[in-house]
DNA sequence: GCTTGACCTCAACTATTGTTGAGGTTCTAT
DNA sequence: ATAGAACCTCAACAATAGTTGAGGTCAAGC
């Protein structure tokens, strides 16, 4: 084992991801491995940082599809810095911002809603699956269609 | 066709989802139907409550079988009352707050985070995927570990 | 040199939330 | 009475994010 490398198990320990996971990643593009002689994966010491942006993006809600590709557009396929993962984290940033709007619009609409009986009112904005929200073009809705 | 009833075509006109979800709704347990003499689907105007607390619980995350179990417990399944919506929607209010608070953490680091170049820094939250965050007892988390 | 743990591949399975299609039946309108 | 729309069931497929198991190889310590 040369000073540096890292197998799999290793990566495994430290990233706290399961081997299972880290082949899933392999496939999926995530991250990169060669082989040793005896055609085990060895990796560089950068891919727990590579992993850590993962985990991050993960957490935002961005999918892992979306994440390949963000660092498939990086030039020469390099390993992110920090310049770009700047980039990468303010793209991120908007969508989770965009996620955690919509979820306090729900919560403010349901708290409005909790035990005023309002479900059974035909203009709650909660209520009413009807053709009135149902059926386009019937006036701005209070909740996204998604 | 008796006045009142709906067959699974209106219902799914009138609730937005196709029909085809309103047969999994109903293999999962979410809405409840009886057959016509040639044997088709007929519901009660009930259905569409009970379909818009579906959709309101999923926009908060809640999965399908929770929204089930919820459903079941109600003394003698019946259609949930606006008392009812009341507890569920109390009980699902607190998981979305928890999820709103745990995506604003999330955003508070990014924002910190990004351009800072801290992502090369062993200090940074978001990063050190590293022993010293996936050890055991390792300190405080500076995220949660989900 | 042999055992044991770590590793390899590949296929199949998990869960969630549905959609699609095949093959057949019923309802409604003309 | 018949066309066409709407309905039926059941199985298979889709995407996402992996895990599990079978069957086999590699590496390290005693």
Redesign the pocket.
């Known amino acids: 084992?040369i000073a540096g490398e890292l197998?799999?198990?290793?990566?495994?320990r430290r990233s706290g991801?399961?081997?299972?996971?880290?082949?899933?990643?392999e496939r999926?593009g995530l991250i990169r491995?060669w082989?040793?002689?005896?055609?085990?994966?060895?990796y560089g010491r950068d891919v727990l940082r590579r992993i850590a942006i993962?985990k991050v993006a993960?957490k935002a809600g961005?999918?892992?599809?979306?994440?390949a590709e963000a660092f498939r557009s990086l030039p020469l396929e390099r390993t992110p810095d920090a310049g770009d993962w700047a980039r990468m984290s303010s793209a991120w940033k908007d969508e989770l911002e965009r996620r955690i709007e919509r979820l306090s619009r729900l919560r403010d609409h349901l708290t409005d809603c909790i035990g005023c009986g309002c479900l059974s009112i035909a203009s709650c904005p909660l209520h009413n699956p009807d053709d009135a929200l149902a059926a386009a073009g019937a006036g701005p809705r209070l909740l996204d269609p998604d």
């Open positions: 084992m197998t799999v198990g290793e990566v495994a991801l399961a081997v299972s996971a880290l082949h899933f990643y999926e491995s082989r040793s002689d005896g055609n085990q994966r060895r993962v993960q961005v999918p892992l599809r979306t994440i």
